[in-house]
């Protein structure tokens, strides 16, 4: 049985910062990349970030790049998503995602064959 949990998530002003969660459980061994998407009301989900796990190779959208950082704790099986200087548009509901296998892409929400059930961001104005 595969888990991702995220936290972290709140309220927070223009200009602030917050750290997001995702522990994973399960068969954590198998994962090749964790991401970050988010899903604001009304909009599809997007891509925020990914670390590739064999490489240690990051990707970031254009949107935050710059301003999040995504990083690892391995012997946590946690994921982390670092947000500064956030800005009212990054309010979404962020989910984290593991791909088991590896893909071409790691921008796509068809790449990721696991889900957690999202944690709310808030950023007021």
């Known amino acids: 049985q595969v888990q991702l949990v995220e936290s972290g998530g709140g309220l927070v002003q223009t200009g602030g910062s917050l750290r997001l969660s995702c522990a994973a459980s399960?068969?954590?061994?198998?994962?090749?990349?964790m991401g970050w998407f988010r899903q604001a009301p009304g909009k599809e989900r997007e891509f925020v970030a990914v670390?590739?796990?064999?490489?240690?190779?990051?990707y970031y959208a254009t949107s935050v790049k710059g301003r999040f950082t995504i990083s690892r704790d391995n012997a946590k099986n946690t994921v982390y998503l670092q947000m500064n200087s956030v800005k009212p548009e990054d309010t979404a509901v962020y989910y984290c995602?593991?791909?088991?296998?590896?893909?071409?892409?790691?921008?796509?929400?068809?790449?990721?064959?696991?889900w957690g059930q999202g944690t709310q961001v808030t950023v007021s104005s």
């Open positions: 995602a593991a791909a088991s296998s590896s893909r071409s892409y790691y921008d796509t929400t068809a790449s990721y064959d696991y």
């Open positions: 399960g068969r954590t061994f198998s994962y090749y990349a």
């Open positions: 670390d590739r796990w064999r490489g240690g190779i990051t």
